[in-house]
Nanobody, 124 residues
Framework: VQLQASGGGLVQAGGSLRLSCAASGRTFSSYTMGWFRQAPGKEREFVAAIGWTVFIPYYADSVKGRFTMSRDNAKSTVYLQMNSLKPEDTAVYYC??????????????????WGQGTLVTVSS
């Protein structure tokens, strides 16, 4: 599946952004979808994921209560609503897709397909 992320930008601390990730292909509904981020000089880290059989989103502790992930299978799109943004949320955000059992959401290697990334910058 091919992924196209969008919605990044510059926002002040405390503000909000909504990222979107549109997928091509007719099998989107059978993919686990994830969001990851990578800040300069740091490793890529898990942000959120939502399964294809279990539609309850799973979040990293650092974003829990502030970010909300959702999926719309009819539009082959996942979203990441980001509220109460902090400067430490600054990163390139990537969406990812993976097949298989809904588990192991936080592992980078679990996802075979990745979008190009969208930059989120949060100013203090």
């Amino acid at each position: 599946v091919q992924l196209q992320a969008s919605g990044g930008g510059l926002v002040q601390a405390g503000g909000s952004l909504r990222l979107s990730c549109a997928a091509s292909g007719r099998t989107f509904s059978s993919y686990t979808m994830g969001w990851f981020r990578q800040a300069p000089g740091k490793e890529r880290e898990f942000v959120a994921a939502i399964g294809w059989t279990v539609f309850i989103p799973y979040y990293a502790d650092s974003v829990k209560g502030r970010f909300t992930m959702s999926r719309d299978n009819a539009k082959s799109t996942v979203y990441l609503q980001m509220n109460s943004l902090k400067p430490e949320d600054t990163a390139v955000y990537y969406c990812a897709a993976g097949r298989g059992v809904d588990s192991d959401y936080g592992r980078v290697g679990r996802y075979a397909d990745w979008g190009q990334g969208t930059l989120v910058t949060v100013s203090s």
